[in-house]
Structure formats: structure tokens, C-alpha cells
T-cell receptor, first 109, second 113 residues
Framework: GQNIDQPTEMTATEGAIVQINCTYQ??????LFWYQQHAGEAPTFLSY????GLEEKGRFSSFLSRSKGYSYLLLKELQMKDSASYLC??????????FGPGTRLSVLP | DSGVTQTPKHLITATGQRVTLRCSPR?????VYWYQQSLDQGLQFLIQ???????AKGNILERFSAQQFPDLHSELNLSSLELGDSALYFC????????????FGEGSRLTVL
């Protein structure tokens, strides 16, 4: 089967650091993607991991451990505009993207 | 702008009706995916096409059907609509899928009254 888990909601303070976790069990693995989605808008690509380790992109970093079926997205220097849902997605052997339920992040002043 | 175009942006219709949603992928992208997102829910995969052929099927109802045309645009047909079909329908495209990210259109918001 295929299963991706993320926390439903998180809250953090402006300027802080937050880590959003994602665990997965899928039929094959060809990469893990993180997307940001503001309410009512289309998801936008944030990061991609296919090998174990950390990928850094400005204020955003993503980590992958394939043996543990685990990834996290790290957001630094949080800004109010970072309030959004963050979706973890796995590309499986069928070349299909399976999305997690998303984590709704609220950034408070 | 992702380069993926979806029409219409908004659609209001009645139960029992039929609608067609249209998607034009990014230039050069052969794969088209359709997702349904109900209010405050995650993205539910419906169906994927690659270069005109159906490649994968998710939780797509029998009342729904889709196709990808030779020019690579795709249409999602929703029939015998029910109140529960009200949702945002996203189309996304990618180069091939292997390591290629998904680019999403702005979505078609369907309201069934």
C-alpha cells in the first residue's frame, strides 16, 4: 500500500525555525518533493530529494532518509507569508506522485 | 505563472449535470495529472496521462472520465454531478516524471448546488 503521514497543523512565531516531518511507505521510490500551498491557490514546488541527506535552498532545507522512510522540511527565519499548507509527495515506481495530507502552518507575530 | 493553463477557473452547476474541465500542459511536458482537492483536504490523485495514453488511475469515480488529445491538452469530464463533487480540480504536468517536478495549473473551482 501507499501511506504518507504529516502532522495536521503546526504553529510557530515569526523569525523562528520550524521543522515539518513526513513519513512514507510507498510502492517504490523515485524521489520526495515538498510543495507549498496557500489557501485556494495551486501548490508550488519547494524542494526535491532523491538521495539521503540535506538539500538547502535559501531559507528552506529538506532532509531525506530513505532507509527510514522519513523526510523533513526546515523553514528558517519564518515570515508571515510562510503561513500555508506544506505538502510532502513521493514519486513512486509508477511515475505517479502520491501526496500526503499536508501540514497547515500558522506563523504568528 | 507555471505555464499550465486550466479553464474554466470557476464553475457553478446543479446536481445531475455534466461538466468538462480543460487543461493545457507546459510546452514540452508529456505527462498530465488530475487531482481533486475538497475543502481543507489533501490532493487526491485521479488520473495520469502520458503522451496520449492513460498511465495511472487513482480514486477516480466511474462518473468521471478523462482523455489526453494529440496536442497533449487534456479534459476531465464529470457527469451526474453530486454535491460532494464540489472541489478544486487541479491539473499538473511534468517533463517525464522521473525526477521532474510537477507544475500545477491554478485549478478549476467547481461548485455543485
Amino acid at each position: 500500500g501507499q501511506n504518507i503521514d504529516q502532522p495536521t497543523e503546526m504553529t510557530a512565531t515569526e523569525g523562528a525555525i520550524v521543522q515539518i516531518n513526513c513519513t512514507y511507505q510507498t510502492s517504490g521510490f523515485n524521489g520526495l518533493f515538498w510543495y507549498q500551498q496557500h489557501a485556494g491557490e495551486a501548490p508550488t514546488f519547494l524542494s526535491y530529494n532523491v538521495l539521503d541527506g540535506l538539500e538547502e535552498k535559501g531559507r528552506f532545507s529538506s532532509f531525506l532518509s530513505r532507509s527510514k522512510g522519513y523526510s523533513y522540511l526546515l523553514l528558517k527565519e519564518l515570515q508571515m507569508k510562510d503561513s500555508a499548507s506544506y505538502l510532502c509527495a513521493v514519486l513512486n515506481y509508477g511515475q505517479n506522485f502520491v501526496f500526503g495530507p499536508g501540514t497547515r502552518l500558522s506563523v504568528l507575530p | 505563472d507555471s505555464g499550465v493553463t486550466q479553464t474554466p477557473k470557476h464553475l457553478i452547476t446543479a446536481t445531475g449535470q455534466r461538466v468538462t474541465l480543460r487543461c493545457s500542459p507546459r510546452s514540452g511536458d508529456l505527462s498530465v495529472y488530475w487531482y481533486q482537492q475538497s475543502l481543507d483536504q489533501g490532493l487526491q490523485f485521479l488520473i495520469q496521462y502520458y503522451n496520449g495514453e492513460e498511465r495511472a488511475k487513482g480514486n477516480i469515480l466511474e462518473r468521471f472520465s478523462a482523455q489526453q488529445f494529440p496536442d497533449l491538452h487534456s479534459e476531465l469530464n464529470l457527469s451526474s454531478l453530486e454535491l460532494g463533487d464540489s472541489a478544486l480540480y487541479f491539473c499538473a504536468s511534468s517533463v517525464v516524471g522521473e525526477g521532474g517536478e510537477l507544475f500545477f495549473g491554478e485549478g478549476s473551482r467547481l461548485t455543485v448546488l
